[in-house]
């Protein structure tokens, strides 16, 4: 086993895959900081964090803006967690679900940052997901600024949804990480980008690490 993975990793680095040459793309661009958090907001704008884990990116978006943030994270431990990082700060809310194309039930494997509901890490726990149409509907609101959604694998039906219903025409920028979780997510992925491109540019695209589209002016 552990020669099988020692024989697994010199592969990887004499034949490294793209993903993986995109990934380290991203780390000599210093996509983190150049990219993720270089937005024109204020202290008015409205930001949701779809993927919260520990919060992190939420406490270094509102450091940067003091925006008004909406975080979701469906694991309990990782929103409790949020919960109590944010309990002094009026303008963060977090909320224990995630966001979807349907409302319902999941179970959900729990592995850290990649807890998702599309792998098997044999610890698990029932979570619910939300109809993001029928979130808007219960929390409305007119314009969203930044969404930012790194939901391991979610965020295919998720954007789905946004484009079916229009509602992608409220968010001026969408921040997401797409997931290589089947055979169909490239092509997923590109029948997503193709139905973005009428609503939405490309700022900065890095293959299956992150990329953001960003809402034509004319739309505004």
């Known amino acids: 086993m552990i020669i099988d993975k020692i024989i697994k990793n010199i592969k990887d680095e004499l034949f490294p895959s ?6 380290k793309k991203w780390q000599e661009d210093g996509g983190d900081y150049a990219f993720r958090f270089n937005y024109d907001l204020t202290k008015d704008s409205i930001v949701l964090d779809l993927g919260g884990y520990e919060g992190q990116w939420a406490s270094d978006i ?6 008004h943030l909406y975080v979701f994270e469906p694991v309990q431990s990782f929103a409790e967690h949020i919960r109590k990082r944010f ?5 963060i809310k ?5 966001l979807g194309g349907v409302s319902r039930s999941e ?20 979570i619910e997901i939300m109809d993001i149409m029928h979130w808007l509907e219960e929390n409305p609101m007119t314009h969203v600024e930044l969404m930012k959604i790194n939901i391991e694998g979610g965020e295919y039906e998720l954007l789905d949804r ?9 968010v001026n920028n969408i921040q997401v990480q797409f997931h290589n979780i089947d055979n169909n997510s490239t092509s997923h992925m590109i029948k997503i980008r193709e139905a973005l ?14 990329e953001n589209w960003e809402l034509k002016k004319d739309l505004r």
């Open 18 to 23: 793209k993903e993986r040459l995109m990934a």
């Open 62 to 67: 509102f450091s940067r803006y003091r925006c």
């Open 87 to 91: 309990i002094d700060n009026e303008k």
């Open 94 to 98: 977090v909320f224990e679900c995630g």
């Open 107 to 126: 179970e959900i494997s729990i592995d850290a940052d990649g807890s998702s509901l599309f792998r098997d890490s044999g610890s698990t726990e029932q």
């Open 162 to 170: 946004l484009i079916e219903t229009n509602l992608v025409n409220m």
């Open 197 to 210: 491109a009428h609503t939405h540019a490309p700022t900065y695209q890095y293959e299956f690490v992150w």
